[in-house]
């Protein structure tokens, strides 16, 4: 059972990049999928959040309307898809799996597995 971040790049201020995150070993739409990053010296902050089953989306106010969260249950993945990007959204980010209450998505201990991380970069 594990999760699998890919698609962190460098990129300049503007740009786009779509993380991806595949899990194996369990069905994703049993369970909610996170977007989380963090930033060298700051703390983990959620980004984003689809619920599993629902498909009921959630997002930081400082992504939303730039960062879409999707899902492909034949292929077994979450992606992040993210637009407009800023010097700011430099950090690593992590996908992980829980069942959070709406009002908790943002709560890091709600998640119980995660994956390993990508790095995505911004030059601005």
């Known amino acids: 059972v594990q999760l699998v971040e890919s698609g962190g790049a460098l990129v300049q201020a503007g740009g786009s990049l779509r993380l991806s995150c595949a899990a194996s070993?369990?069905?994703?739409?049993?369970?909610?999928i996170g977007w989380f990053r963090q930033a060298p010296g700051k703390e983990r902050e959620a980004v984003s959040y689809i619920r599993g089953s629902s498909g009921t989306r959630y997002y930081a106010d400082s992504v939303k309307g730039r960062f879409t969260i999707s899902r492909d249950n034949a292929k077994n993945s979450v992606y992040l898809q993210m637009n407009s990007l800023k010097a700011e959204d430099t950090a690593v980010y992590y996908c992980?799996?829980?069942?959070?209450?709406?009002?908790?998505?943002?709560?890091?201990?709600?998640?119980?597995?995660w994956g390993q991380g990508t790095l995505v970069t911004v030059s601005s």
């Open positions: 070993g369990f069905h994703l739409d049993s369970y909610g």
């Open positions: 992980a799996r829980g069942r959070p209450i709406s009002s908790a998505w943002r709560t890091s201990s709600m998640y119980g597995l």
